[in-house]
């Protein structure tokens, strides 16, 4: 049997109560024989404060308005993020290039 399923058989997340990975994550340690990622691994699966290449995915806090500016703020790591996974574009708030405001350093700032 997953995981998943072991977890879901005796708890029930309510909406919007925690982060689902966090509530996830405090049930599945507690399972017999659960072997779980050390900090520093699972810090590798997912991106969301501290940049790591080639990650599982990215994590966007806030639907993508509250971002980290180590992985967001340099132009040529978006980019690389986005081609990485351009899933990321059906999340985050973005505008067109063309909708950029003079002066705009592509790092959140008009100079």
Not at 1 to 19: A, G
Not at 75 to 99: A, Q, S
């Amino acid at each position: 049997m997953s995981v998943i399923k072991q977890v879901l058989e005796f708890q029930s997340r309510y909406n919007d109560t925690e982060p689902e990975d966090e509530w996830f994550g405090k049930r599945v340690i507690t399972l017999p024989g659960a072997n779980v990622a050390t900090g520093a691994q699972e810090q590798r699966f997912s991106v969301e404060d501290v940049w790591h290449p080639k990650p599982l995915g990215f994590h966007v806090r806030d639907g993508g308005k509250n971002l980290a500016d180590d992985v967001w703020k340099d132009p040529t790591r978006r980019k690389g993020n986005f081609d990485y996974c351009p899933e990321l574009v059906i999340v985050m708030p973005m505008k067109l290039e063309r909708e950029r405001c003079e002066g705009d350093n592509k790092e959140g700032e008009i100079v």
